[in-house]
């Protein structure tokens, strides 16, 4: 095998054991030269690694050594050198936040699942919602709302009654966290290239926090969400990972 594999593992001793054993067999390149990165762990451990290594420019093949999978290939170690040759790429693009607070600073940063919008107290969140600098809602009633990358899909977003959406697919999710109002509103699919505003109605008495990922920001009046062209990672997956059929069986789960 010519492909020169970086290795990473969660801190489950499935992982760990998995990392020693394949270091061993397949060698430890540095990440600065190594082609392909192997997370092994959960979809959560990926989301992880994708945040401290894009900057690398390598291609991402996550092993699955967690309680779930979505993004993840199959745990086959024994097999490894022949998969990763045979695998194919997908392409995810960050989503750029741009945060407003209210003591009159701004915030940046990245999500390749979600940004999510989420209420601070007991009352619920009064938002107002723009795309493309049009008004689409003048003031959601909820919990909170979320932008998902088609990653995110399966997500928070899946939880929160969203649509999934294929990976490969130029979308991204607009969904409302337990809404009261407009009653009958359950989301939106947007075009990637969109830009997204949210405002915060009355956010000294109705307090919002945002979310990007892992980074979580309190008290915001502005939230400014669209792609961010300069940040992209490859994910490898198998050919036989079926990840379209797994996307198709989730939507008809009842």
């Not at 990672?233 to 059929?245: G, I, M, Q, S």
Request: hydrophobic residues 40%; charged residues 25%; contains cysteine.
């Amino acid at each position: 095998m010519n492909t020169k594999l970086h290795f990473v593992a969660s801190h489950t001793e499935e992982a760990q054991d998995a990392l020693e054993g394949l270091s061993k067999h397949y060698g430890q390149h540095d990440v600065e030269e190594c082609d392909v990165i192997v997370p092994l762990g959960g979809d959560g451990f990926l989301l992880e690694c994708l945040h401290k290594l894009h900057h690398h420019g390598r291609a991402f093949y996550g092993v699955n050594k967690g309680s779930e999978g979505f993004l993840l290939n199959e745990s086959i170690s024994v097999r490894l050198s022949e998969r990763i040759p045979k695998s194919h790429a997908i392409t995810l693009h960050a989503l750029n936040m741009n945060a407003k607070t209210k003591d009159g600073r701004d915030h940046e940063a990245i999500a390749f699942n979600e940004v999510a919008l989420f209420r601070h107290t007991r009352q619920t969140a009064h938002i107002g919602i723009s795309v493309d600098g049009i008004e689409r809602i003048d003031k959601l009633v909820a919990d909170g709302v979320m932008i998902a990358t088609p990653a995110g899909s399966t997500a928070y977003n899946l939880s929160a009654h969203g649509p999934i959406i294929p990976l490969d697919a130029p979308l991204l999710a607009l969904t409302p966290i337990s809404p009261f109002r407009p009653r009958r509103w359950r989301g939106a699919l947007l075009p990637q290239q969109s830009v997204t505003k949210f405002t915060v109605i009355d956010p000294y008495k109705r307090p919002v926090n945002v979310s990007a990922d892992f980074t979580e920001i309190p008290d915001v009046i502005e939230v400014t969400v669209r792609k961010k062209n300069s940040v992209k990672v490859t994910l490898l997956f198998d050919p036989d990972h079926a990840l379209e059929e797994r996307i198709m069986r989730e939507q008809f789960m009842v």
